[in-house]
């Protein structure tokens, strides 16, 4: 009932919503504006090597068995003048090299969703793009498209209640994606579309005033929010192989 069939273009919410689609087999966007997706984007744009990790795992311990460097945090990141979830922290100094990158909700996602058809990373950045890459593999594969804002998390620890908070800055960024898609969309892609449709002359403004954009900028990553706000800077679209992303080529 709940699966948005028969429709070709859907959209799902979080951690849930992703397993849902993985045991569709669906193709999969992952959608997570602030930040990880916008930085992985970033990163391969500069021809970085990313692995996403969950945050339940030993990451460290992963990185040093793949011999990669483990992304620190914002802050801790800032001090050592090394990359991290930040996007603007990528640059041409990290071409070539390796980093493992955890994140409670893109990577998360990611992990969820490793075994689909094909796993692609979109952003309000890549948005054009990443759509064209959909559209031309769900051809080829004859799968449905579910793309998956991912959300954020309540961080006080009430576990007995729903942790997903809906985040606006990732259904814009989904909606931003289905609007390039072709197929049939869902009810439930139609409202998303319709969202972006009604803000894209000011994604800018409300992904700066919305409640994660605050919580970035009082952090001192207001950078950050304006990078993440741009529509369709890159053509570079990431897509999961084996167990890193690389930039997706015709």
């Known amino acids: 009932m709940f699966d948005q069939s028969p429709y070709t273009c859907r959209v799902e919410w979080g951690r849930r919503g992703a397993r849902e689609a993985a045991n569709r087999g669906d193709i999969v966007i992952i959608v997570d504006v602030l930040s990880f997706s916008s930085t992985v984007v970033t990163a391969l744009n500069y021809d970085a090597v990313i692995f996403p990790y969950p945050p339940s795992l030993d990451g460290k311990d992963y990185a040093q068995r793949i011999n990669a460097e483990y992304i ?3 802050a801790e990141a800032a001090k050592a003048g ?6 603007v922290s990528f640059n041409e100094e990290h071409t070539n090299k390796k ?9 998360f996602c990611t992990w969820i969703t490793s075994k689909v058809p094909a796993l692609l990373i979109g952003s309000l950045l890549n948005a054009s793009s990443v759509a064209a890459v959909a559209n031309q593999l769900r051809l080829q594969k004859n799968a449905s498209i579910t793309v998956i804002p991912c959300g954020e998390l309540w961080s006080d ?6 942790t ?6 990732d259904y814009l960024g989904a909606g931003a994606i289905l609007s390039y898609l072709e197929g049939k969309k869902s009810p439930e892609a139609e409202v998303c579309m319709g969202a972006f449709y009604h803000a894209e002359s000011r994604l800018d403004e409300l ?7 605050r919580e970035l900028r009082e952090k001192g990553f207001g950078a950050d929010v304006l990078h993440c706000s741009q529509l369709n800077t890159y053509q570079t679209v990431p897509v999961l192989r084996d167990n890193h992303f690389v930039r997706f080529n015709q």
């Open 72 to 74: 620190l945090g914002r």
């Open 82 to 87: 090394k990359p991290t979830l930040s996007p």
């Open 99 to 107: 980093y493992v990158l955890t994140s409670l909700n893109g990577a």
């Open 157 to 162: 620890g009430k576990e007995e209640e729903d």
């Open 164 to 169: 997903l908070r809906p985040a606006i800055e």
């Open 207 to 213: 992904i700066w005033d919305c409640g994660s954009g």
